[in-house]
């Protein structure tokens, strides 16, 4: 009864977590969106970063869901981990894992937590400065400040390197990730090979996208 009830327990977590991961997945999609038109128009980027930071629904509502997304989704990470750590027989030691399971998903502990410091990085550039911007300083509204604001975070080499590989990281940690979270909530019919196939090209097309608009703004305002 208690293995049964800690099987359970532990297959909630991990459908929590999927589904958690999902949500970010989601986020992050229109994160690219946003940061790519950086690329292509100034203008269009004030737009949408206007919108995005004066929404009271997007701030009031979607933010706060975002940062207890990212939380929940990090900390129920490390529990799992150690559960599974917890549970390993010792002879587990002899297990060549490298030859059953890939890096991404054997150290997904790993990427996770240099992503989590890209957030935090990630947080202090952007985040932090909003709300300096908006709520101490009180400064007035300029509909026209993001693109410049973006661009100057993309100046210095050291942080954009930082930025890179972070990404870099968050690449392997989403491919394994994207479609592990597709297992858990047990989505398996006739569209998984499909869906297999969209999430190894989201783990690449969406870092790498995100790696190209850092060296693109690094590279154009030298």
Known sequence: MAQSTF????????????????FLISFLSLHFFINMVSVFSADSFNTMSHFMGYNPLIQFVMQPVLIAGVIFHFVMGFVLELKNRNARPIG????????NASWASRNMIISGVVVLA????HMYDFWFAEMNYKYIAVNAINETRYYEEL???????VRTGLYCI???LLSLHLWHGFNSSFQS?????????????????FAIVIPF???????????NHI
């Open 166 to 168: 972070a990404f870099l």
């Open 118 to 121: 890209f957030l935090g990085l």
């Open 185 to 201: 909530v047990g989505f398996a019919n006739k569209y998984a090979k499909a869906l297999h196939k969209l999430g190894y090209a």
């Open 151 to 157: 661009v100057h975070k993309f100046e210095n080499p």
């Open 209 to 219: 996208g995100f790696i190209f608009i850092a060296l693109f703004h690094h590279f």
């Open 7 to 22: 099987l359970k327990s532990s297959i909630a977590k991990k459908v929590a977590m999927a589904l958690s991961g999902l």
């Open 92 to 99: 587990y030691v002899k297990y060549n894992g490298a030859a």
